[in-house]
């Protein structure tokens, strides 16, 4: 559990990186940055436990016609929602845009895959 948590708050560390759209305005040099990145991604394991199931159960339609394909406009949603509460909490992470929070989505996404894997396989050899 805390390895998927790591993953996934090196995805959005890369995503807020690759993406100038997705910004930490914090005073205070890099530790200021990794900790804001690290309570978003508590906020965003929060949100992808509870929200996201309701989402994939009231749009699972969508998601059968568009071979999953949908599951990114839901992540992108999510990725918005976190922000949102982010900004509600004080905490300095922005997505400015929805083709940002759909990029971003993407990179999480690819970033959380392969970073999972690679957990797992050492895991594996334990």
Same mark, same amino acid.
């Not at 699972?60 to 599951?71: K, M, Y």
């Given at each position: 559990?805390?390895?998927?948590?790591?993953?996934?708050?090196?995805?959005?560390?890369?995503?807020?990186?690759?993406?100038?759209?997705?910004?930490?305005?914090?005073?205070?040099?890099?530790?200021?940055?990794?900790?804001?990145?690290?309570?978003?991604?508590?906020?965003?394991?929060?949100?992808?436990?509870?929200?996201?199931?309701?989402?994939?159960?009231?749009?699972?339609?969508?998601?059968?016609?568009?071979?999953?394909?949908?599951?990114?406009?839901?992540?992108?949603?999510?990725?918005?929602?976190?922000?949102?509460?982010?900004?509600?909490?004080?905490?300095?992470?922005?997505?400015?845009?929805?083709?940002?929070?759909? %990029?971003?989505?993407?990179?999480?996404?690819? %970033?959380?895959?392969?970073?999972?894997?690679?957990?797992?396989?050492?895991?594996?050899?334990?």
């Amino acid at each position: 559990m805390f390895a998927r948590f790591l993953a996934s708050a090196a995805a959005l560390a890369v995503a807020t990186w690759l993406l100038p759209g997705i910004s930490t305005d914090v005073g205070g040099g890099r530790w200021a940055k990794v900790w804001t990145i690290v309570a978003v991604a508590a906020i965003f394991g929060v949100v992808n436990s509870v929200v996201k199931p309701l989402f994939q159960f009231a749009t699972a339609p969508l998601i059968l016609l568009s071979l999953g394909v949908f599951l990114l406009v839901i992540n992108a949603i999510l990725l918005m929602l976190v922000s949102w509460v982010a900004g509600q909490l004080q905490l300095a992470w922005h997505v400015a845009d929805w083709k940002t929070a759909f %990029v971003g989505a993407l990179i999480v996404s690819v %970033v959380s895959f392969i970073l999972n894997a690679v957990f797992r396989r050492g895991e594996e050899h334990r």
